[in-house]
């Protein structure tokens, strides 16, 4: 009898933390936003970060990032970095609005080539309608090539996920 008691509470307690225990959503690891440039060219020629030392990673905060070119190239960016912000629900894409302001002009981010100082950083202002839920943000950056003093039509891409939780 005090066996079958202590199966039945063990399966109980079981069955209690797996159905309270509310597992975060994650992304496919083929899955990519479409935004006109191939999956395999992301993160090729520039790697970001968001360190933590700048970010709460909370909801409703700005997200600093950290841009380094890992190819010979140049990259040209537009003042916003070409930033694009995506959240995956419901087996999609939905992209996130930015509300972040930049000055004008553009940026062009020499090769880091060991060197550091040769990195840029930029903010998104990811605005969110859900700030109670945890959410995992693709932050997608967006730049042309830059060679021989012009800017070219290749375009390349690099993205970072963002774990945002509310405040």
Request: proline share 7%; hydrophobic share 40%; glycine share 8%.
């Amino acid at each position: 009898m005090k066996l079958r008691f202590a199966y039945l509470v063990s399966v109980s307690l079981l069955l209690f933390l797996v159905t309270a225990c509310k597992a975060k959503p994650t992304i496919p690891t083929d899955a990519m936003p479409d935004i006109g440039i191939p999956a395999e060219e992301m993160n090729t020629k520039m790697e970001i970060t968001a360190p933590d030392g700048w970010n709460t990673n909370k909801i409703g905060d700005h997200i600093g990032l950290n841009v380094g070119v890992i190819s010979e190239d140049q990259i040209s960016f537009p003042p916003d970095y070409g930033a694009r912000m995506f959240i995956f629900q419901n087996g999609q894409w939905n992209e996130v609005a930015n509300f972040m302001t930049y000055p004008g002009g553009s940026i062009v981010v020499s090769p880091r080539n060991g060197n550091y100082l040769n990195d840029e950083a930029t903010d998104v202002l990811p605005i969110l309608s859900d700030v109670k839920t945890p959410v995992t943000l693709r932050i997608i950056l967006v730049g042309s090539i830059y060679r021989d003093g012009k800017v070219t039509a290749e375009k390349t891409a690099g993205y970072i996920d963002v774990n945002l939780t509310p405040k």
